[in-house]
């Protein structure tokens, strides 16, 4: 949480246009939000910055899949809320994600449920409202 008392949360996903549409519907909630086009940026912040949460797409164009950037933000806090966002979540993709605390948001999202599911986690995990 920042100093003012904002949530940071951290937003990977590598279509620009997403990204920007993630961003500007979390800042309008009040949240503080970094938004990273890569998998290898998100990684090298969060091994210098700390956040609230992560929401992350499934397959970037990159080497990693968002489970990566999910376990680099877990080894610096186990305890972080995460989702993975993915337009075609496999039985396989969902099992895991289960068996690793990660949530699963379908894109595209609708506005209310991205926002009820982030504030969700948030409160599950005694950092939200």
Known sequence: MTPDGKYRIL?????????LTYRLILEQQ???????????????????QRFD????DYSLKEQHTGFEVIAAARRHDPAIPAALLTGY???ETADEAASRNIGIMIK???TEEFLATTSQMLR???RGK
């Open 11 to 19: 937003v990977v996903d590598d279509e620009a246009s997403v990204l």
């Open 30 to 48: 009040g949240y503080q939000v970094v938004a990273c086009g890569t998998s290898a940026e998100a990684i090298a912040l969060l091994q210098q």
């Open 53 to 56: 949460t992560v929401l992350c």
């Open 89 to 91: 979540a496999t039985k």
């Open 108 to 110: 595209p999202t609708v």
């Open 124 to 126: 599950r995990d005694g």
